[in-house]
């Protein structure tokens, strides 16, 4: 189960693509494709977590991680970036994000 | 807990606020205060989740709702858009994207 705690220390890294809304399943199957078959095999990854929005112009991909240390181990790895650039194709751009979860409010 | 799961069923709203870096704080400190004033005493809340970037050039929330709906409703409160107002002007710029989590990824 996938868990948002800011305790929990992890970087939390948010992948915006935009895409054309006819490519958003198809950009969904490659980054379940890339995460199943490679990231979560990886020292550091927790959990990736892929969103198409409504009007299906992005699929976002809420990704935590360990450390910083183990983000960057991935980024400079050859054969991630093959994923990645995969992904880049299908898209028109792409913003990734590095973040802190600073604080989790529940309903009351 | 806040956990994600995509049998939730929740709408996903990231609200990405692009901020000068030394507001970041004070963004987050007014998201803090309309959270656990407001939208967590509203029906269909379920969660809101306020990073921080690591270059400190946006503050993101992560906010899961029950329903469209209600999503909806809150969005149509005058007092809702009193405090979303507030946090628009302390940042250079938003963009609120609603969003469908699908798949959810952890570990092996």
């Given at each position: 189960?996938?868990?948002?705690?800011?305790?929990?220390?992890?970087?939390?890294?948010?992948?915006?693509?935009?895409?054309?809304?006819?490519?958003?399943?198809?950009?969904?199957?490659?980054?379940?494709?890339?995460?199943?078959?490679?990231?979560?095999?990886?020292?550091?990854?927790?959990?990736?977590n892929?969103?198409?929005?409504?009007?299906?112009?992005?699929?976002?991909?809420y990704?935590?991680?360990?450390?910083?240390?183990?983000?960057?181990?991935?980024?400079?790895?050859?054969?991630?970036?093959?994923?990645?650039?995969?992904?880049?194709?299908?898209?028109?751009?792409?913003?990734?994000?590095?973040?802190?979860?600073?604080?989790?409010?529940?309903?009351?």
């Open positions: 189960m996938v868990t948002l705690d800011p305790r929990s220390g992890y970087v939390v890294l948010i992948n915006t693509f935009t895409v054309q809304p006819d490519k958003a399943e198809e950009l969904l199957r490659i980054l379940s494709r890339a995460t199943e078959h490679g990231m979560r095999h990886r020292p550091g990854f927790v959990s990736a892929l969103h198409v929005s409504r009007d299906r112009r992005y699929v976002t991909n990704a935590q991680w360990s450390s910083q240390a183990d983000l960057d181990a991935m980024m400079s790895d050859p054969a991630a970036r093959v994923h990645m650039g995969e992904a880049a194709a299908m898209a028109d751009s792409f913003e990734p994000i590095y973040y802190e979860l600073r604080q989790s409010h529940s309903a009351a």
